[in-house]
């Protein structure tokens, strides 16, 4: 491939299991990967490039940890076939696993197997999500540059306003939380043009899918 950097869109990983400078295999370079994934869905999309290093260049051969795939499942009985078939599904269960929404997050991804100097490789194509993606449901994280980054705080709220059509509105009880999101709901319909609605509540924000006739909330966002 022509040499390219890690930046906004693009992201380099030798290993699925190894952590740098990790002799044992592990499912933490695993949520690392899936953070990664996230953050590009979160972004603009882009690329995950598998068997790269930092630099671009292909060092390590994707099949030789096939033999892993197994041995770290992201569900108990789930079982994999030692070849790309059995990698790609490992990566779509794990991804499916910690950004939930059913299969949408897997549904994002794109697999493009390759060698260089007999190398294998595995280039994953990641489009852009229509809706801000939690991993484990708690964490949101975007790319900045070359690398992924946590958001926290008041950036969580400022990131989603500026990706969706939103419109923020404050409550301070459940029972005025509904009537406030009823009512912007509405609102937003007359004008035709948001079709989603955050609403905020001090133990975490609501998104409601203002399309729907029965005003369908979409996602919670839990705060620590």
């Known amino acids: 491939m022509n040499r390219i950097k890690e930046n906004l869109s693009a992201e380099f990983k030798t290993s699925l299991f190894f952590r740098a400078g990790c002799s044992e295999p592990g499912t933490e370079q695993t949520e690392i ?21 930092d630099s671009g260049i292909a060092s390590a051969s994707i099949d030789e940890e096939y033999k892993y795939l197994n041995k770290f499942p992201a569900y108990p009985n789930n079982k994999y076939s030692e070849n790309e078939d059995g990698y790609k599904r490992f990566i779509q269960d794990w991804v499916a696993k910690y950004l939930g929404n059913g299969n949408y997050a897997a549904s ?6 390759s060698y260089e100097s007999y190398i294998k ?12 993606l939690w991993f484990d449901r708690k964490e949101l994280w975007v790319r900045c540059d070359g690398s992924t980054r946590r958001l926290l705080g008041d950036d969580i709220t400022r990131y989603i306003l500026g990706i969706t059509d939103l419109k923020m509105e404050e409550s301070s009880n459940m029972k005025e939380h509904i009537e406030r999101a009823k009512a912007a ?29 029965q005003h369908t909330m979409v996602e919670v966002i839990r705060r620590a």
């Open 33 to 53: 990967i899936v953070r990664t994934l996230a953050g590009l869905m979160n972004s603009e999309g882009g690329c995950l490039y598998m068997g790269w290093n």
């Open 108 to 113: 994002l991804l794109s697999f493009e197997f």
């Open 121 to 132: 490789l595995c280039k994953i194509v990641v489009k852009r999500s229509t809706m801000p």
């Open 185 to 213: 709901i509405e609102k937003a319909g007359n004008k035709g043009k948001s079709k989603r609605i955050l609403v905020v509540y001090p133990n975490g924000d609501y998104i409601y899918d203002t399309s729907s006739s």
